[in-house]
Structures are given as C-alpha cells and as structure tokens.
C-alpha cells in the first residue's frame, strides 16, 4: 500500500516499483490524501474543477502500472494537518487492504540536500501521520474503536519503506524494466507536466540513484523491518528456552 500526498507523488517518487511489483503479481493499492486541487498558481482555475481532473489523471497512470486499488481521502491540497481525523482515514484504509508492505513519504525531509526546495508541508505531515498509522493506530486495538464497529480489524505493518530523493537509502530497486512505465504513469498527469521533458529527467535521477549499481536505473528507500524484528526475537528468545537445535525458518519475504 502506498500512501501519498498529492496525485503525481507517486509516480515520482516510487512508480518504478510499483510497476515492477504488479507485473510479478503483488497486488498494489495507492491511498491520495489530498485532492491536488492547487496544483495550478494560473488564475481563475477553479478548484473542483482541478480535482476532479487530477483524479483522473492518477486514475490512467494506475491502469498504467496495474495499480487496480486506488482511495482518494479527498483533503485539500495544501491544507493537510496532522490530525486524528487523517489518521484514523488512514488506518481504515490500511485495516482494509491489510499490506504486507507500506511506502509512506518521508516525515523528516524539511529540504533537499543541495537547498534548492522545500519540501511540501503535505507530504512531510502525511508522513508524520504514517508513522502514528504503523504505531500505535493501525495494529492497536483500542485505538479508533469506530473502526471496530466498521468491521476493521486491528493490523500489524511488518513492512515501511520510505522512498529517497537524496540522503542514506539502504535499499535499491532495479527499475530498468519498469522506467517506461514509469514515465508512461507521470505523462497521464498532464495538467502538472505540461510539456516538460519528463522522460529526460526521470532517466536522469534514475541513473544518479543507480549510480555505482550493476544496472542503469533505481528507486530507493529507507527500509524497516516491524515485524520481522519482533519475530526474530522472539524465535531468539524460544531458542534460548529449548534446545540448541536452529530454527530453519527463512526471513520473510519481502513483496
Ligand atoms: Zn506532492
């Protein structure tokens, strides 16, 4: 599941992957917080209008990268707090999809390394409202006991990964065979790309990430293990307990 701020976030930030996980079968759902209804500074563009155009753009560049699940909250573009109003949205949807995995934007990126952008207040603060999402809200059962009454029951995320611009990712995804659909998924938001030479420039930040790689392009994350690290642990602990035999158990996969 991934959760984003703004229709086009994603495309950006991690489509490369998303296609790479569709085409091998994982099913992917996008939950859009905002309505990206200020993505125009033209005067006189009216609002509604905006958004509902910009749904469907994020709509085509979904059935672009096989992403069939797709939620819009529906917030105001530009208007995003840290409330418990999102962060029970939030929960619902991750209750309902119940993923394995969750790419939620990075709630400390206030700037980019070279200090030439400030990053949007919506997608630092939809990333400070993932982070109460994977603890406590979603896993907890007295938290949000209305999604209780809704038939939502209590999920534990064993899987959070960040998508990164700039700074120390862990984790490196080939997206060579994926990076024209990626591009395919960012020229379906028309109304942000104009006629701005989108291809170039993703192939360029794509091979910045790659750089050092044995492959031409790459997506990269932050990554945290939740649950594994709980069940190694506990496996640990039951080793400890009984016999000195080991445990044949493989990591989880991830995706
Ligand atoms: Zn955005």
Redesign the pocket.
């Known amino acids: 599941m991934v959760v ?3 229709p ?2 994603a495309e950006f930030g991690m489509a490369g992957t998303a296609a790479k996980w569709t085409t091998r079968g994982v099913e992917v759902a996008y939950v859009c917080v905002t309505d990206g209804s200020a993505g125009s500074n033209e005067p006189g563009v009216d609002r509604e209008e905006l958004a509902r155009l910009r749904e469907a753009e994020q709509r085509a560049a979904c059935e672009v990268l096989g992403v069939r699940d797709v939620v819009f909250l529906g917030i105001r573009d530009g208007y995003v707090e840290l409330t418990l109003d999102l962060r029970r949205d939030l929960t619902r949807e991750v209750r309902r999809f119940r993923p394995d995995l969750l790419v939620a934007p990075d709630p400390l990126r206030f700037w980019d390394d070279r200090r030439m952008y400030i990053n ?1 207040s ?2 630092r603060t939809v990333g400070q409202a993932c982070m109460a999402v994977v603890n406590p809200d979603s896993s907890t059962r007295p938290m949000f006991p209305e999604l209780l009454d809704e038939g939502f029951e209590p999920h534990e995320i064993p899987y959070l990964w960040i998508p990164m611009f700039s700074g120390d990712p862990d984790t490196f995804i080939d997206i060579s065979e994926t990076i024209d659909l990626k591009i395919q998924a960012l020229r379906c938001h028309q109304s942000q790309i104009h006629d701005w030479p989108v291809d170039e420039w993703i192939r360029d930040r794509a091979r910045e990430r790659a750089e050092g790689l044995e492959y031409e392009f790459a997506e990269s994350f932050k990554t945290f293990k939740l649950r594994e690290r709980e069940r190694e642990e506990r496996e640990r602990e039951e080793q400890a307990d009984e016999s000195p035999a080991g445990s044949d158990a493989e990591p989880a996969e991830v995706a």
Do not use: Q
């Open positions: 984003f701020a703004h086009d976030d949007h919506d997608h």
